[in-house]
């Protein structure tokens, strides 16, 4: 990325999306121009950049991450293969003083800055494989029709403790409650039928169901997290990102606190990490013995079912990178690890 010489910022809406251009050492060039958000704004936009000289090899194009909002023109941009960053909102943030106006004009030349600023660290996106894509979609709908059953279960539970019952609206929640665990399960057939018919993700899948507490949606969560085993991720920095990595926080003599994780980071497969640890510790032998010593030596529970979630999460990076199905017998060739 040492020849880029423009920076463009886009500040994404729902309906248009702002672009302003500048240049290193940082100087705006261009102030910000409004687009729509569609197929029309994004061919302005190449347009635009093409009167300005932004050639596709001297310029990188930045936005932060909004979800749907920006994911049309990120596609675009990629297949008429100009270089797309996408980077965290915080970050981008973060890295401005937390005064002065706030428009769309203003957020895309603080965005074109910092894609100056920060070029080195700029990761270039490039699409998920349209499996990754389906299943991210898939075990998102999921979720939210589990959080549906778990509502209506719970609202036919306090109408059943009403003094005054109707039959009519238990029967309705009854029918709701029916389908939509119905829906579930149909989902989770088409997931493994996804899974099933590409080779290198059936593959993967069935090594790491092989790993105690791993069923299929967290083998699933695990594919789109490493895109299908082609963005692998050494077990540190996957704790880290699903949030369960122990942090030190402490400065000088008077700031002190445990090591505790940061409690965000995709909601999903950390939950699901946490039912596997709780799962292993009751019917895993193995698990369920390191738990127990760690408990008795005083440690708190939910600490030790992070700390085995972690222990999950290192198995399952180890599978991945040997190709391997699980050993329960595998012997580390570091002794003093296995004390842990």
């Known amino acids: 990325m ?7 910022g886009l500040d994404i809406a729902a309906e248009t999306f702002t672009a302003a251009i500048g240049t290193t050492p940082w100087k705006l060039l261009v102030r910000a121009q409004q687009f729509p ?32 909002y920006g994911e049309a ?15 965290p909102p915080l970050k981008v943030k973060r890295a401005f003083k937390p005064h002065g106006p706030k428009t769309d004009a203003v957020d895309s030349e603080q965005i074109a800055e910092y ?4 070029h080195d ?56 409650i029916t389908e939509t665990k119905s829906r579930v399960k149909a989902l989770e057939k088409e997931i493994k039928r996804l899974i099933d018919q590409q080779p290198t993700a059936h593959r993967l899948f069935i090594w790491l169901v092989t790993i105690p507490g791993v069923g299929l949606l967290l083998a699933a969560h695990v594919l789109v997290l490493t895109q299908c085993g082609t963005r692998p991720f050494p077990a540190p920095k996957l704790a880290a990102h699903l949030g369960i990595a122990p942090l030190a926080h402490e400065s000088g003599t008077s700031v002190y606190a445990r090591p505790t994780s940061r409690h965000y980071g995709p909601p999903l497969p950390r939950k699901l990490l946490h039912l596997a640890a709780r799962s292993v510790t009751t019917h895993n032998e193995h698990f ?20 085995v979630a ?6 399952i990076c180890a599978i991945l990178e040997s190709q391997t199905e699980y050993d329960a017998n595998y012997g580390t060739r570091k002794p003093a690890l296995a004390k842990n």
Not at 41 to 63: A, I, K, P, S, Y
Not at 115 to 118: L, S
Not at 141 to 159: G, K, Y
Request: proline share 1%; net charge positive.
């Open 115 to 118: 894609a100056c600023r920060y």
């Open 310 to 315: 972690n222990k999950l999460v290192r198995i």
């Open 288 to 307: 369920r013995t390191y738990y127990e010593r760690k408990v008795a030596e005083g440690k708190a529970k939910k600490l030790v079912l992070n700390n």
């Open 37 to 68: 958000n569609s197929a029309d704004g994004f061919q302005q936009l190449t347009q635009w950049l093409r009167e300005h000289d932004c050639t596709r090899e001297q310029t990188v194009l930045c936005m932060e991450a909004t979800g749907v």
């Open 121 to 176: 660290e700029l990761v270039l996106w490039q699409p998920p494989s349209e499996l990754v894509e389906q299943l991210q979609v898939l075990l998102a709908t999921r979720e939210q029709l589990v959080q549906q059953s778990t509502a209506h279960q719970n609202a036919l539970r306090a109408l059943r403790r009403k003094a005054v019952r109707i039959a009519f609206a238990e029967q309705v929640y009854k029918q709701m």
């Open 2 to 8: 040492s020849t880029i010489r423009y920076f463009v």
């Open 73 to 87: 023109l990120a596609y675009y941009l990629v297949a008429h293969q100009y270089s797309v960053a996408i980077e």
